[in-house]
């Protein structure tokens, strides 16, 4: 198997498909990792891949990553984004030809994998949104790619990714849906690991905590999330707000805006606002907060921070976006986007939290790593089975 990236960076797309190549290398299969990108710059952070915590995990796993060396959001830029070099192209083929089958993460990377002249092999394509109309010329790159007979399949990860790429004329019997998944065993409730992390923020063991992971990004509303804490705080005297990601900083110019903005008429309230940034230690972050909150107006489909989150015992707030109503439901809060109903509903989670307990217990099977993987390892094991049995894709001349 090869799968191919646009490249390294936070987001929980990466965190779930890297997940799912690591489990499939687990079961037997081979994988090797080609990226597009060496290195990007995203959410006001550069992010170079040897030091992104997924290329860490798939290497220490002895799963093979290389990289076309492209730098995206740098001074460099030289190339458009669907054109590609020489070396690029022979380097992608060697790739290519070395695997029975292809993963594309996202719709992205079909930019290359259409490209004239490289081996035909089956493509499956791993979905993670639920607004394709937003994706810019992926969604062609994808249409395309099907047109030519090269995708044999497209992962959802989230019933709202199907239905919307469904609606945007991506045949029915190409989609298919396996939902995310988490490492049970990480993803877990840690009193010790709760205390500890509180203990470093500064934070007393039984101060109630708000907990947002998210890159910064117009998706997330992080405005709308910086407003329902303004109210929050003010409500909840020994409360706390603790924010990671990429961008998640106090050298995101951006951010700080926010803040100054969401906080002008009680900025001793921000104090109470943790910037941590990109974390690697997000079993712990999640363990010590008692609510994780999602304030997204679009994009999200399956959204990994409410699942994580979860698991560790944070009860979920969210906006209806994508499935995370469905996914929430009976476990936690759906809210309208409206900063004084958030607030309200972080306060009726805290107070709720111990009641929830058992029924988020009782969900952790549904959540589990395990389930996706074996879901994945099916569908490809079928998929080339059906490969071998049919008459090979003709190499291009």
């Known amino acids: 198997m090869l799968s191919v990236y646009e490249g390294f960076f936070t987001g929980g797309a990466r965190i779930v498909h890297t997940d799912v190549v690591r489990g499939l290398a687990e079961g037997g299969q081979s994988h090797h990792v080609l990226s597009i990108h060496g290195e990007v710059l995203r959410e006001a952070t550069r992010q170079r891949m040897q030091d992104d915590h997924c290329y860490r995990e798939l290497t220490a796993g002895g799963i093979g990553v290389t990289t076309l060396g492209r730098s995206a959001g740098l001074v460099d830029g030289a190339l458009a984004a ?37 081996p035909r092999r089956p493509v499956v394509v791993a979905l993670h949104r639920s607004d394709p109309e937003n994706q810019g010329p992926a969604l062609d790159e994808l249409k395309a790619a099907i047109a030519d007979g090269t995708v044999a399949a497209c992962v959802c990860c989230a019933e709202s990714t199907r239905a919307a790429y469904e609606a945007v004329g991506i045949p029915a019997g190409l989609l298919h849906v396996i939902p995310n998944g988490v490492d049970l065993l990480r993803f877990r409730p840690d009193l010790a690991a709760r205390l500890a992390l509180r203990a470093s923020l500064g934070i007393a ?26 109210a929050w705080l003010a409500r909840e005297g020994g409360g706390h ?30 104090d109470r606002v943790h910037l941590l940034g990109v974390r690697h230690d997000m079993p712990a972050v999640y363990a010590a907060a008692d609510v994780v909150a999602l304030t997204s107006v679009s994009g999200e489909a399956a959204p990994l921070c409410l699942i994580e989150g979860m698991m560790c015992g944070a009860v979920p707030v969210t906006t209806d976006v994508g499935d995370s109503a469905a996914i929430v439901t009976g476990l936690g809060f759906v809210t ?12 009726a989670a805290v107070a709720g939290r111990a009641d929830l307990a058992p029924d988020l217990e009782a969900a952790r099977e549904r959540f589990s790593r395990t389930r996706m993987i074996a879901a994945y390892a099916a569908l490809l094991d079928r998929l080339h089975a059906e490969a071998v049995r049919a008459p090979s894709l003709p190499e291009p001349l």
């Open 82 to 118: 669907n054109v590609f070099s020489g070396p690029e192209l022979a380097e992608t083929a060697r790739a290519m030809a070395a695997a029975d089958v292809i993963l594309s993460l996202k719709e992205q990377p079909l930019a290359l994998l259409n490209q004239a002249g490289l």
């Open 205 to 230: 063991d039984r101060a109630p905590v708000v907990v947002f992971a998210a890159r910064y990004a117009p998706m997330k509303n992080v405005p709308l999330l910086l407003r329902a804490a303004r």
């Open 241 to 270: 707000v603790v924010m990671c990601g990429a961008g998640m900083t106090p050298g995101n110019s951006g951010l700080r805006a926010d803040l100054a903005a969401a906080f002008a008429d009680a900025p001793g309230l921000a």
């Open 336 to 347: 309208p986007p409206d900063p004084g109903a958030i607030a309200l509903s972080w306060t």
